[in-house]
């Protein structure tokens, strides 16, 4: 029987096992294990993607967990802990010879045994597979063989995003002259991006969409995510659903409002003062360095106008930390009282919130459950903010 779950598959890890830096940049108390107990008990996140697990040390510490009893091998892929079921991944960064600049790349494997042959084979490929979205020697194509030969599943990352991107900046390049587009699984939009701005790109049609939240600390899991259809949360049943196979799907993408993004508008990379898209310097301070935003980007190698119907519905959301006078206080009360933040978000009632929180945070979870928050956009690396409702 198909049930409904929800899945964010872009997550960081901090350090590992032996206390040593994965993602440099990420969270020190963002463990492998520390990331399981967050999402199982705080998040209600059904099936999470954390694509660090190339490194060494952190197949060891899933290893210790099982031996523990504390985690089990799916037989059909993936490890289950508690409620959460973990898909291992790997973020690396390309240079394709087409490529003007690094593009992030998102690979899944089934289970550690394949993840350790795949560390194997990218140790001969890149210089310390211990750390996050280390630079990959090789071609992208080689790198889909290799994923494919080991039955995983391949995502190019937020392909909008000005740094690090399939589209971000440069000249434009189509998919297929990077990629083998029948190696690729999904796309996924990043932060900055949705699926009607996407769409606009005809190469992306047939692809299905993934937001998720990138996260490089504990609080930022789930800022993005899927509501997936499938009979229950394995890697085998996530490829049905990136295939939409016998019914398996995404069924709602939910993301922040592109607004939200760090890269949505057009700024001076010095002064972070909004520019036109077209301005050969910074009318405040002169800089020639410009960050072009994710929606001008999108409108410059747009070829496609018309609104593709077969869509599963986006859905704007905030995480609930953005919502004004939201503080620690109160969010730990809705969490003692509704458990999880997929609870509070989607499932409490105004009268059930009311009895925990004053009125006016009542009615702002409710309105940021049906995308009603006014927002102010963010840009050259800055996010955006929510509005105090009146
Ligand atoms: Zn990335
Ligand atoms: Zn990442």
């Not at 996050?132 to 080991?150: D, F, I, N, P």
């Not at 799907?249 to 077209?278: A, Q, W």
Request: net charge negative; hydrophobic share 35%.
């Amino acid at each position: 029987m198909l049930q409904d779950y929800f899945a964010d598959m872009h997550i960081h890890i901090g350090r590992d096992i032996f206390d040593k830096p994965v993602k440099i940049t990420a969270s020190k108390n963002l463990t492998i294990t520390t990331i399981l107990k967050e999402a199982s008990r705080n998040k209600g996140i059904h099936l999470i993607g954390v694509i660090d697990c190339q490194s060494p040390a952190v197949q060891l510490e899933l290893k210790q967990l099982i031996d523990k009893g504390e985690a089990i091998e799916l037989a059909d892929g993936g490890i289950r802990f508690e409620d959460v079921t973990l898909l291992l991944g790997s973020e690396i960064e390309v240079y394709d010879e087409h490529c003007q600049g690094p593009i992030h790349v998102l690979c899944y494997l089934p289970s550690l045994a394949q993840m350790e042959q795949f560390s194997e084979w990218l140790v001969t490929k890149m210089k310390n597979i211990t750390l996050s979205s280390q630079r990959y020697y090789g071609s992208a194509k080689e790198l889909q063989y290799k994923v494919k030969e080991l039955s995983g599943i391949f995502i190019p990352a937020h392909v909008f995003t000005p740094y690090k991107s399939l589209y971000g900046k440069g000249v434009h390049h189509s998919l297929e002259e990077v990629f083998d587009p029948d190696l690729i699984d999904g796309i996924e939009l990043g932060l900055s991006a949705d699926t009607f701005m996407a769409d606009q790109i005809s190469e992306l049609h047939t692809f299905t969409y993934l937001t998720n939240s990138d996260a490089h600390s504990l609080a930022k899991i789930g800022r993005e995510y899927q509501q997936v259809l499938m009979e229950e949360p394995s890697f085998k049943e996530f490829t049905y659903v990136l295939h939409q196979i016998d019914g398996r799907r995404i069924i709602r993408n939910f993301g922040m409002n592109p607004k939200l993004g760090k890269y949505h508008k057009t700024v001076c990379d010095d002064c972070h003062s909004y520019m036109e898209v077209n301005a050969l310097a910074c009318a405040n301070c002169g800089s020639r360095k410009i960050v072009k935003g994710v929606a001008d980007r999108i409108a410059e190698i747009a070829d496609q106008k018309e609104r593709i119907q077969t869509r599963p519905s986006y859905q704007y959301q905030v995480p609930l930390e953005y919502l004004p006078k939201l503080g620690p206080k109160t969010f730990q009360k809705l969490m003692d009282h509704f458990q999880t933040e997929m609870a509070i978000i989607h499932h409490a009632s105004y009268d059930s919130l009311r009895k925990i929180v004053p009125e006016q945070i009542a009615k702002s979870i409710i309105q940021m459950r049906e995308g009603k928050l006014t927002i102010n956009a963010g840009g050259g690396g800055k996010y955006g903010t929510v509005s105090a409702l009146e």
